[in-house]
T-cell receptor, first 113, second 115 residues
Framework: GDSVTQMEGPVTLSEEAFLTINCTYT??????LFWYVQYPGEGLQLLLK?????DKGSNKGFEATYRKETTSFHLEKGSVQVSDSAVYFC????????????FGQGTELSVKP | NAGVTQTPKFRVLKTGQSMTLLCAQD?????MYWYRQDPGMGLRLIHY???????AKGEVPDGYNVSRLKKQNFLLGLESAAPSQTSVYFC??????????????FGAGTRLSVL
């Protein structure tokens, strides 16, 4: 079945460092791909989305490109801030079961000043 | 901008007790979902609804029931709580399934402990 695999955390970076969080997926067809962010004590917020191969989603300095050849959707940011500390989830949309999202296990990011 | 609102935020139950979690959305979304979040496992779908009066099972439906009597509300019930149902519960909603409609908006979550 469809699945999403993320790099394990926690990831600890210094402020202004470059961030990459790896995400690979297994799916039939070409599902929409998402990155959600969860700040401490809060729900999930959409960070960015891509709907087809070679699409690049971007928001708040974060970017991810839908790579069909490598079935990947890696999240990147050129210069992280302390306020980026959160848990990041990669997800794909599946048309079965009402369009549920299939999530990776989440990657915790901690940014130190 | 309320979006998706969940009540309560926290609850502690004893084994065998029952409770209902309420989810309300003000975005006129057709689709609504209940997920549970467990450590190291991401979120898993419990039940979903594709419109008022409809409900269907997700990946992990056992021990839960749902109802969608009004379009804006989606209720999740635990008839006889078990410790395995200790989790954080998230409600979400979306316009639909197409690429322009499939963004899901999440509530802040309900943290449930079953002793």
């Amino acid at each position: 079945g469809d699945s999403v695999t993320q790099m394990e955390g926690p990831v600890t970076l210094s402020e202004e460092a470059f961030l990459t969080i790896n995400c690979t997926y297994t799916a039939t067809g070409y599902p929409s791909l998402f990155w959600y962010v969860q700040y401490p004590g809060e729900g999930l917020q959409l960070l960015l989305k891509a709907t087809k191969a070679d699409d690049k989603g971007s928001n708040k300095g974060f970017e991810a490109t839908y790579r069909k050849e490598t079935t990947s959707f890696h999240l990147e940011k050129g210069s992280v801030q302390v306020s980026d500390s959160a848990v990041y989830f990669c997800a794909l949309h599946q048309y079965n079961q009402g369009g549920k999202l299939i999530f990776g296990q989440g990657t915790e990011l901690s940014v130190k000043p | 901008n309320a979006g998706v609102t969940q009540t309560p935020k926290f609850r502690v139950l004893k084994t065998g007790q029952s409770m209902t979690l309420l989810c309300a959305q003000d975005m006129n979304h057709e689709y609504m979902y209940w997920y549970r979040q467990d450590p190291g496992m991401g979120l898993r779908l419990i039940h979903y609804s594709v419109g008022e009066g409809t409900t269907a099972k997700g990946e992990v439906p056992d021990g839960y029931n749902v109802s969608r009597l009004k379009k804006q509300n989606f209720l999740l019930g635990l008839e006889s709580a078990a410790p395995s149902q200790t989790s954080v519960y998230f409600c979400a909603s979306s316009l639909g399934q197409g690429a322009s409609k499939n963004i899901q908006y999440f509530g802040a979550g309900t943290r449930l402990s079953v002793l």
